[in-house]
């Protein structure tokens, strides 16, 4: 199989949604709350992207969803499109696996920092299903917060 490369369409398709998608995840919690969940969802997307592209796979680059500004989180997500068969599992392990792990790579540095810049306060009873945290995110609070 031959290389893809993007065509202008693709890159203008691309900016045009991340834009957006950058818009109204600000509208929704601000430029650093921006900042860590597009870093964090495009480091995933171009995780499978580079997967794909390795190999020799063809992708659309990622297309960011954005979220009508009512929504909290001001983003619906993102995806790539594959535009080839997969030729065997290996690949397709390969190709849905690199976007977590590039994902996590990005996120726990990015919780470290959110954590670090954190202040800690009392907090208020409240009444409801308590669901926990992870161990990871207990850990690092414990070793960051104290």
Known sequence: METHKPDIR???VFFLLLGGT???TVLAGGAL???SLLLILGTHEFGHYWASRRN???ATLPYFIPAP???IAGTFGAFIQIRD???DRRVLMEIGAAGPIAGFVVA???LILGLSLSQTTETLPVQGINFGSSILLSFLSEMILG
């Open 69 to 71: 500004p009512v929504f």
């Open 22 to 24: 950058v818009f109204t």
């Open 108 to 110: 726990v540095p990015t």
């Open 33 to 35: 709350f921006s900042l």
């Open 85 to 87: 068969r997969i030729p």
């Open 10 to 12: 693709n890159w203008v």
């Open 56 to 58: 020799h796979v063809r």
